[in-house]
């Protein structure tokens, strides 16, 4: 009786062959040997990257593409396993598509690229420190601007796919937290503008419990927990009207700066 077909398992010497095959005369039987090799590998790089969000398909495929672009490439004489080859290429391709293609909204490349650096530094910082990190730091960590982490953090926000290391919590009204929602710590830079007095005369356009907000975390060193806590509404509520506050000074700030 006939056995079911199973991947028949080749030596280096049988796999650089078939690639050599491959690459001299684009073979398709030395093709379709190759993928039916490594499609399993393929589909356990692809199940690592599409855990949280329902993109295996679409990343088989990319994954596959990556197999191709491999198998083309390959240089043997360099004494490296085509595995050792295969893995980081197909990485990098399912990489670029999750950065270039799940973002709701078009964002300059090095956001792209500088996003998951932000996220990465705020694990980090937030381990070493037990707490959420500052801009501040989180800059310096990386050597760019206060301004620049804040763009990467707000635009962040349109993207889609979720990194499979990506922590998430649950705030006090049972919804999601995301490091973005905790990320505003007080900002000791802010007390450093040089403009105070443009910054006084812009206070008029923030609410009450803004201005309150901003005494708390800026002037009195509080964490939004605690502000949250002192003020009576949900930490998330607090950041959400933070940035809000924050962004009305900067539109009246440079309203004067015009």
């Not at 980081?88 to 973002?103: A, Q």
Request: glycine letters at 4%; hydrophobic letters at 35%; a neutral charge.
């Amino acid at each position: 009786m006939t056995q079911p077909s199973q991947t028949m398992k080749r030596t280096k010497e049988e796999i650089n062959a078939l690639i050599k095959e491959f690459q001299q005369n684009d073979s398709a039987a030395a093709q379709a040997i190759l993928v039916e090799q490594y499609t399993a590998l393929i589909a356990s790089l692809a199940r690592k990257y599409s855990r949280v969000k329902n993109f295996h398909e679409d990343l088989m495929q990319v994954g596959m593409i990556g197999l191709l672009f491999a198998l083309r490439r390959y240089d043997a004489s360099f004494g490296k396993s085509f595995e050792a080859f295969l893995i980081p290429t197909v990485i990098g391709e399912i990489k670029r598509f999750l950065r270039d293609k799940t973002w709701s909204v078009h964002v300059p490349r090095r956001i792209k690229e500088l996003w998951p650096r932000v996220k990465t530094v705020v694990d980090e910082l937030t381990n070493q420190y037990q707490r959420s990190p500052k801009i501040q730091e989180i800059a310096d960590y990386l050597e760019i601007s206060e301004e620049e982490v804040l763009e990467a953090m707000e635009m962040g926000k349109n993207y889609q796919a979720a990194s499979v290391d990506q922590p998430t919590e649950t705030g006090s009204e049972g919804s999601t937290v995301t490091p973005l929602d905790i990320i505003g710590s007080p900002d000791e830079g802010f007390e450093k503008v040089d403009q105070k007095l443009i910054l006084e005369s812009s206070l008029h356009v923030l609410s009450d419990r803004e201005k309150k907000i901003l005494q708390c975390t800026f002037l009195d060193n509080k964490s939004q927990k605690e502000t949250a806590e002192k003020l009576g509404i949900s930490q998330m509520h607090v950041s959400r009207l933070q940035k809000k506050a924050i962004d009305k000074l900067r539109k009246e700030i440079n309203s004067h700066a015009k």
